[in-house]
């Protein structure tokens, strides 16, 4: 069915450093996939997004690499500061089908200093 | 520009009551999104008002509905509250079609404790 996965619930990583948050699909039909941001009290903060016919696309210190062989996406953010301590979330979104956004539960980063 | 707004923040209700939900989108935005985040599913998709018509529609009960005015001003409805009805409600608004290259941009949320 329509689900999309996050590998690890928690992600922990020092100030200044990269971090990198991945996101499993399996729909194979998807092909529009956003990144949020969601801080405590605060509703999801659209990131970044990338179409199935890119497998790369490059933000203001973020990274979005999608691999639709192993249907695959990750966020990379470079240089990480304490202000992106937040939940990610990835979302996916197919054509043709309906166009809800089906969201991963989402991670937890947490950047120490 | 304003963001997007929802009213009230918080609410308490009991087992068995209704309640409704209000949300402002951003000025000029049409379509409306709704979704139920919980703890342990995450995040997921209620329905999607366009132009005052349900464009979208979730696995949700009956329980849960929705309408969109001409001002694209929004509210859901939950009949006959349950506990696991307790949750953060998020609206979202796009230009015209969520989630397919318009960005949906989320206001702060409901959150909804039902006793």
């Known amino acids: 069915g329509e689900s999309v996965g996050l590998h690890l619930p928690t992600l922990s990583v020092q100030e200044g450093d990269n971090s990198i948050i991945n996101c499993a699909y399996s729909?194979?039909?998807?092909?529009?996939f956003i990144w949020y941001k969601q801080e405590s009290g605060k509703g999801p903060q659209f990131i970044i997004d990338?179409?199935?016919?890119?497998d790369k696309r490059q933000g203001q210190r973020v990274t979005v690499l999608l691999n639709k062989t192993v249907k695959h996406l990750s966020l990379q953010i470079a240089a990480t500061q304490p202000g992106d301590s937040a939940v990610y979330f990835c979302?996916?979104?197919?054509?043709?089908?309906?166009?809800?956004?089906?969201f991963g539960k989402g991670t937890k980063l947490t950047v120490n200093p | 520009k304003a963001g997007v707004t929802q009213t009230p923040r918080y609410l308490i209700k009991t087992r068995g009551q209704q309640v409704t939900l209000s949300c402002s989108p951003i000025?000029?935005?049409?379509?409306v999104s709704w979704y139920q985040q919980t703890p342990g599913q995450g995040l997921q998709f209620l329905f999607e008002?366009?132009?005052?018509?349900?464009?979208n529609k979730g696995n949700f009960p009956g329980r849960f509905s929705g309408r969109q005015f001409s001002n694209s001003r929004s509210e859901m409805n939950v009949s006959t509250l349950e506990l696991g009805d307790s949750a953060l409600y998020l609206c979202?608004?796009?230009?015209?079609?969520?989630?397919?290259?318009?960005?949906?941009?989320f206001g702060p949320g409901t959150r909804l404790t039902v006793l």
């Open positions: 979202a608004s796009s230009l015209a079609r969520a989630g397919r290259g318009d960005e949906q941009f």
């Open positions: 729909n194979s039909a998807s092909d529009y």
């Open positions: 990338i179409r199935s016919n890119m």
């Open positions: 979302a996916e979104n197919r054509e043709g089908g309906s166009e809800k956004l089906v």
């Open positions: 000025s000029g935005h049409r379509s």
């Open positions: 008002y366009f132009s005052e018509t349900q464009r």
